[in-house]
């Protein structure tokens, strides 16, 4: 007769308690004894077997959250272990090079492509003998298409996206051969693969929604494989041209949810120089001092790959550092950009490149100069020989202009006028009550009107502005901020304001072209929005009649940017303020209109409201007409294709 779970147990038992154990058939814990086994009520109700387990031991979610993270890492560990020891066991198969003629400039389609014999799957990029750290097991491949987790892509779509990256970004920056396929890239390098297919698929039509599927994927595979290079035995010496076409291309155009605050292409950038110079690509023809074990596959073409990839990392480097206002991370002597950009150039890059390297390597000299001037950045202006440098730099990308101008590109012209604006812009730190100072910044006004009427009078621009790098929408909204500021200032008086309204006005239009998701407010939605928010805001602005200023004076010409951005968020937190002030109160919202405008009625205000708003320009659904009968009339008729919504936040 088993005992009642009710009574009080004797002294004995408590002496001999122990603990806990449990029922097996019920799992009900109850105190344990060794003289006397307690029946579980649940059993002795259901009249079942009541089996005890003196092993058991309560644990807690916690511990056992521990346990399985303790056995992940162990497992990680043995994974990291076999994995090096694959990569220090590994050679290189040998390859031999089949003799074919070869261009020289490998920017351009006619190029014939070289064949390489060997093992199967070989990458010809391979800078030694130990393979990258291994990629994430989430890209798949099969004699179909690809897959990178829960995106596929069949064989047609690939060869469909490939064609429109060469015939729309590739000849904006040209550092890989165009003549290789897909799965030649597939099998060099994964993520430069899928970096291409992301990049192509901002202006591929038959599917809207690969590029939101792709984004979060390729971001996780990027970020994984670079965490993996640094962390691994080999270092830099895992990398090999492939990444580092990858980083170069998403530096230029860097994923559509980027913010302006936040952006990682400067990082990427400067990633791509440091491991590029642990490569030797900066010293074209003595690769061998720089490698472990000399490659197989030192072509003409490859040579070139390999020259084109240096002075690309060299120009965004120097770019986006002064876009940020900082001092440019690059060799102060390099020898190689310096044969690239002579007037007979020496070392042969696509014209595209050489271009873009004349521009920047003479922007690394002027900025550095003038960090060198003084030991305060935000005190360069006030040095005695600031406007002599001035005029001087100002010179120099002059002839500049007239030497090379003709023959370059548009986006390459953008990228001038971008980096001169970018100079000129420091006379707003000079002291304001100098004619030399008014001068050099009304100087900086003709450069931004020449910037806009440059992408207005050209007619590949519809073509160019959808798929235009991110440096294209940095000098336009540039462009757009001198407008501002001359027009809302004592200058005003030098310019012609009603002029100056339509060409900013142009420029909110040149930057609403430039986005690919517009409903998601990308960044050029928000830069446009940015622009219009600060000029309606400037109208109502009594400081009209004062010199214009800067508070941000440490970024050298990029402080006018910051200082328009900082104004803009301090006119974003007062309108926030005051729609919550409005809201508690029952009044409407307000309504913000584009300069030559008129608010709209309050029937128009609540259609507005209640209706979707009209479609934008850079929509998928909004073809534009060519440029030169888009211009021909008044342009004040361009302010009706930006809603007057109500401005919730960016």
Not at 108 to 126: A, C, E, H, V
Not at 188 to 201: E, K, P, Q, R
Not at 410 to 431: E, H, P, R, S, V
Not at 570 to 577: F, V, Y
């Amino acid at each position: 007769m088993p005992l009642a779970h009710s009574r009080s147990p004797s002294p004995q038992e408590e002496h001999h308690k122990r603990g806990r154990i449990a029922c097996v058939t019920c799992r009900q814990a109850k105190v344990r004894c060794d003289f006397v086994a307690i029946p579980c009520p649940r059993c002795e109700r259901l009249q079942l077997d009541c089996i005890v387990d003196r092993g058991f031991k309560r644990t807690t979610k916690r511990d056992k959250v521990n346990e399985l993270e303790d056995n992940v890492q162990r497992l990680q560990n043995l994974i990291e272990k076999q994995q090096n020891e694959v990569q220090l066991r590994h050679e290189t198969p040998t390859r031999s090079i089949a003799p074919e003629s070869l261009e020289g400039n490998f920017g351009s389609n006619s190029i014939n492509q070289y064949r390489l014999s060997g093992t199967p799957g070989d990458n010809p990029n391979r800078e030694s003998s130990t393979l990258s750290p291994r990629q994430p097991p989430t890209t798949t491949s099969s004699t179909e298409g690809r897959s990178l987790d829960s995106v596929s892509l069949k064989h047609d779509q690939i060869d469909k996206l490939f064609n429109i990256y060469l015939e729309k970004y590739h000849v904006i920056l040209p550092i890989i051969n165009p003549n290789k396929t897909p799965t030649e890239f597939f099998e060099m390098s994964s993520v430069l693969f899928w970096t291409i297919i992301c990049i192509a698929s901002r202006s591929y039509q038959e599917d809207t929604t690969l590029l939101s599927k792709l984004m979060p994927v390729l971001s996780t595979l990027v970020w994984t494989y670079f965490g993996a290079s640094t962390r691994s035995v080999v270092g830099v010496e895992a990398w090999n041209v492939s990444e580092l076409q990858a980083v170069l291309l998403l530096a230029s155009w860097p994923l559509p949810y980027s913010r302006f605050w936040s952006d990682r292409s400067l990082l990427m950038s400067n990633i791509a120089l440091t491991c590029g110079m642990h490569m030797g690509l900066h010293r074209p023809g003595y690769e061998l001092d720089y490698l472990r074990e000399p490659p197989q596959d030192l072509n003409p073409a490859y040579m070139m790959e390999r020259t084109s990839v240096w002075v690309a990392a060299y120009s965004l480097c120097v770019s986006q550092s002064c876009e940020y206002g900082h001092v440019p991370l690059v060799p102060p002597i390099d020898w190689t950009t310096k044969k690239v950009c002579s007037r007979n150039p020496e070392i042969e890059v696509p014209s595209e490149l050489r271009h873009l390297t004349i521009i920047q390597r003479q922007a690394n000299d002027t900025f550095t100069t003038f960090f060198q001037m003084n030991e305060n950045p935000a005190h360069v202006a006030s040095e005695p020989s600031f406007l002599q440098h001035m005029l001087m730099f100002e010179k120099v990308f002059t002839d500049l202009g007239n030497a090379y101008l003709d023959e370059m590109s548009l986006c390459n012209k953008i990228f001038f006028y971008g980096t001169m604006l970018l100079l000129q812009a420091m006379y707003f730190l000079a002291d304001q009550s100098l004619d030399e100072s008014k001068q050099g910044v009304l100087r900086a006004y003709a450069t931004a009107t020449t910037l806009i009427n440059t992408l207005i009078s050209d007619d590949t621009t519809n073509d160019f502005l959808p798929c235009a790098p991110q440096a294209t929408l940095r000098a336009i909204l540039r462009s757009g901020f001198v407008i501002m500021k001359i027009v809302f200032s004592s200058y005003s008086d030098s310019v012609d304001v009603v002029s100056s309204t339509t060409l900013f006005n142009t420029a909110v239009f040149l930057i609403r072209q430039m986005s690919i998701r517009p409903k998601e407010n990308d960044q050029p939605v928000r830069a446009a929005n940015a622009l219009k928010l600060s000029w309606k805001r400037m109208e109502t602005d009594a400081t009209k009649a004062q010199s214009p200023t800067l508070l941000i004076r440490s970024r050298l010409g990029a402080s006018l940017t910051y200082d328009c951005l900082v104004q803009y968020r301090e006119i974003r937190k007062a309108e926030s303020k005051q729609s919550r002030m409005d809201l508690k109160n029952g009044q409407p919202q307000f309504q913000a209109t584009l300069p030559g405008t008129t608010a709209p009625s309050a029937r128009q205000s609540l259609n507005t409201t209640l209706s979707p708003p009209a479609v934008t320009p850079g929509s998928d659904n909004w073809s534009a007409a060519s440029f030169e009968a888009l211009f021909d009339s008044d342009l004040s008729w361009l302010d009706s294709w930006v809603y007057p919504g109500v401005y919730s936040g960016l």
